[in-house]
């Protein structure tokens, strides 16, 4: 069924079904709550504006994350253009965050821990890990939105796995 | 022989295809080296997705989008182009540059009828977009109103036509707008190596 984006009908339906998705894209990215409920809102105001006819909810779905996830980027690259300096700064000084004594391998499972190693992935692995775990997208749908082949997307996501294992392995 | 992580990784994600599919089930079946690992890389997906942004934090913030969404999106009967509301938020410094090229199209319909205040005359087309140039100022009723379109800023009429909920479209002509911090752009971002 045909769903035009313009149609408010149609845009309450899809805003009720996306926007969860989108919100947790947004802010598994940017982790920010506030950058996140900006950047879902500014998606739907382009949804709504460009009054776009697409084939099925799933391809309305395809164009709004895309549209989040890009918006979600782009912030976080500015972000991180303007905290370079301060980070550099802050790096020097850390301590050594491994306590001495037996090391029993293990995975932080907290859930802070875990959403900020999540969005210090690279970029390519980060989009992946988002778009498959949060946004629960199989790797077709995945390879689509970020434009890239299915086998590419195979790597990635065992190769942001793997990134993952190794940041969230501390010593207890 | 053994299944790498790449595979692991692709089957714990249903994605691994037949036969391939039933020979990493067989392997895993008997060898623990690679249950051991398919069961590790299958926890570590779990936490990851445990860690996920939950219903409670995003319920009050789909609440108040959506109502900022009805109170500036969607109240919009007719939506507005994406260079009229770079104009809009542009406004005061854009219009006194732009009047001089600008058109106003006023989506008109029986335009301030009802509305009791006819102190602003300007005629109306029927559903028709009209060109300011063409249209032919209406004499008001009150002997006392005798102003036209003319005595009126633009930003003076589109204040008052937003403050009557009617759309307005404005197009420059001939001058560049400068692009809202070029946001535009993002959307042709490469998200790729
Ligand atoms: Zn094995």
């Known amino acids: 069924m045909e769903l035009r984006s313009a149609d408010e009908a149609v845009f309450r339906r899809v805003y009720d079904e996306l926007f969860s998705v989108m919100y947790k894209v947004a802010y598994h990215v940017t982790l920010n709550a506030d950058i996140a409920e900006d950047i879902c809102q500014d998606a739907f105001v382009r949804f709504y504006d460009k009054d776009i006819t697409f084939p099925s909810m799933d391809e309305a779905k395809f164009w709004l994350i895309r549209v989040v996830k890009n918006l979600s980027i782009n912030h976080v690259k500015k972000k991180s253009r303007e905290a370079a300096s301060v980070e550099k700064m802050k790096k020097a000084q850390a301590s050594n965050p491994f306590r001495d004594g037996e090391s029993q391998l293990l995975i932080n499972e907290s859930q802070d821990a875990v959403r900020r ?17 949060y946004a629960d997208l199989d790797y077709k749908a995945i390879g689509r939105i970020l434009d890239i082949s299915e086998s590419n997307v195979k790597v990635r996501v065992h190769r942001a796995r793997k990134e993952l294992e190794a940041s969230l392995m501390r010593e207890v | 022989m053994c299944l790498d992580d790449q595979i692991l990784n692709t ?4 994605e691994l295809s037949e036969p391939w599919r039933s020979g990493a089930e067989e392997h895993l079946s008997h060898c623990k080296a690679c249950a051991d690992r398919a069961e590790a890389i299958s926890h570590l997906r779990n ?6 942004v939950t219903a409670e934090e995003i319920s009050p913030r789909k609440d108040r989008v959506l109502a900022i969404l009805e109170k500036n999106t969607l109240s919009r009967q007719k939506k507005q182009t994406r260079l009229g509301r770079i104009v809009n938020m542009k406004m005061g410094h854009l219009v006194g540059m732009a009047a001089a090229y600008t ?15 006819k102190n602003i005359p300007i005629a109306a087309a029927q ?28 930003e003076q009429i589109l204040q008052y036509l937003d403050a009557k909920g009617y759309n307005v479209d404005l197009t420059l002509k001939g001058i560049q707008p400068i692009p809202a911090s070029g946001i535009e752009e993002i959307e042709e971002i490469e998200s790729d190596i």
């Open chain 2, 11 to 14: 089957y714990i994600d249903g």
């Open chain 2, 127 to 154: 559903n028709a977009p009209i060109e300011i140039s063409n249209i032919t100022p209406v004499r008001s009723v009150q002997p006392e109103r005798q102003k036209t379109l003319d005595d009126f800023s633009l």
């Open chain 2, 47 to 52: 936490v990851v997705r445990r860690a996920a």
């Open chain 2, 103 to 117: 058109v106003v199209f006023v989506g008109a319909w029986s335009l301030f009828a009802g509305h009791g205040e």
């Open chain 1, 117 to 133: 190693a999540v969005a210090a992935l690279p970029e390519i692995y980060r989009n992946v890990i988002v778009l498959r775990e």
